[in-house]
């Protein structure tokens, strides 16, 4: 990373996904949690790995999971990032131990971070309204309806979460979610 960088030395961030993640939304924060001082940490509900896509529908990589999701604990982490893809999204949105999970950093009031459809689940946590908040296009109506003052720009930052559209803007949202973890 450039000097200019922020770093995050001594922090461990949570990235939360299940089978159907997105490539890059998964491996790019990773990478960057990493050069940036930082420890990564994949937590899902799978038990032992999960299936990476290309685009929802190329099976990619599978990855390791660090913790299962039912031992997980917002305490262990100084922040989260919420992945996209459609499969990965759909399925966390439903799931009662990653809505609980996924609050309990907004109860803390740690920096959260979703690209693409990984802000999906904030609309089920009731976690948008009053926010300005950017996505995958498809969630616009769902987000608006939710509360959120919906853009269109490649990374937003409201009240402690930050929120960018597709994988396009990786660069863009890994810089202005690890400026607000080492802000943090």
Sequence with gaps: MAENSPQITGKTIALLVTDGVELPELTEPIAAIKAAGGT????????????????????????????????????????LVLPGGTLNADSLRIDEDAKKFVSAFFQAEKPVAAICHGSWILTDIEQVKGRRVTSYPSLKTDLTNAGAEWVDESAVVSNGLVTSRTPDDLEDFNHAFLTLVAKS
């Design 40 to 79: 990564a940490k994949i937590v899902s509900p799978n038990e032992k790995s999960l299936q990476a896509m290309e685009g929802d529908w190329n099976h990619s990589d599978h990855f390791d999971v660090d913790v299962q999701l039912g031992s997980a604990s917002a305490g262990d982490y100084d922040a």
